[in-house]
């Protein structure tokens, strides 16, 4: 079994800053990419954050220069540190991790995703 779980969401001032944490855990053979994504009321999911196991980073045009994506390949934890918070930057913010397990002997690599964590951010 592998559990994906974020911490670190709350309510913060425009301007302020939250740090967002995700742990991946269980019988986990790799961890390829990690990333952050985000879902406002009456929006599709989308992507804010990504990082390779490599360390190459992407993010969504908005969140450029105010937020960074981080990880710990040791800890199988993803981190998201958002600064200069924007009301528009409240949703539901999701941890996805693309992990490979062994099954029956055999690699199977899936995208496992986190219950989400919020983060309203009011002017």
């Known amino acids: 079994q592998v559990q994906v779980v974020e911490s670190g969401g709350g309510q913060v001032q425009a301007g302020g800053s939250l740090r967002l944490s995700c742990v991946a855990s269980g019988s986990i053979a790799a961890i390829n990419a990690m990333g952050w994504y985000r879902q406002a009321p009456g929006n599709q999911r989308g992507l804010v954050a990504r990082i390779t196991s490599a360390g190459a980073v992407r993010y969504l045009d908005s969140v450029e220069g105010r937020f960074t994506i981080s990880r710990d390949n040791a800890k199988n934890t993803v981190y998201l540190q958002m600064n200069s918070l924007k009301p528009e930057d409240t949703a539901v913010y999701y941890c996805?991790?693309?992990?490979?397990?062994?099954?029956?002997?055999?690699?199977?690599?899936?995208?496992?995703w986190g219950q989400g964590t919020q983060v309203i951010v009011s002017s």
């Open positions: 996805v991790a693309d992990i490979t397990v062994i099954r029956l002997g055999r690699p199977l690599q899936n995208d496992y």
